[in-house]
């Protein structure tokens, strides 16, 4: 990710061995994107259910991903 340019290393100043990592405005920008092509995605994936089983799918989901875990 570094090497991308999506994120940059800085020593902590209180803390020595401690590496912050931050967001880059590039990855920002990437993130942007990716976020409203999956929002038109699940826009036509769930279009026709109504809001109550689109509530209970999503619902549904975060449990089999806690289980996971």
Known sequence: MEA???VTREPD???GRI???SLTDS???L???CDETVG???EEMLAGI???HV???RELLLTCGRNLR
């Open 13 to 15: 100043p209180l803390y």
């Open 55 to 57: 509530s209970l799918l």
């Open 27 to 29: 990855a920002r920008e």
């Open 50 to 52: 109504d809001a109550q």
């Open 4 to 6: 991308r340019g999506w």
């Open 31 to 33: 993130l942007a994107g």
């Open 40 to 42: 038109g995605l699940e």
């Open 19 to 21: 590496v912050k990592l």
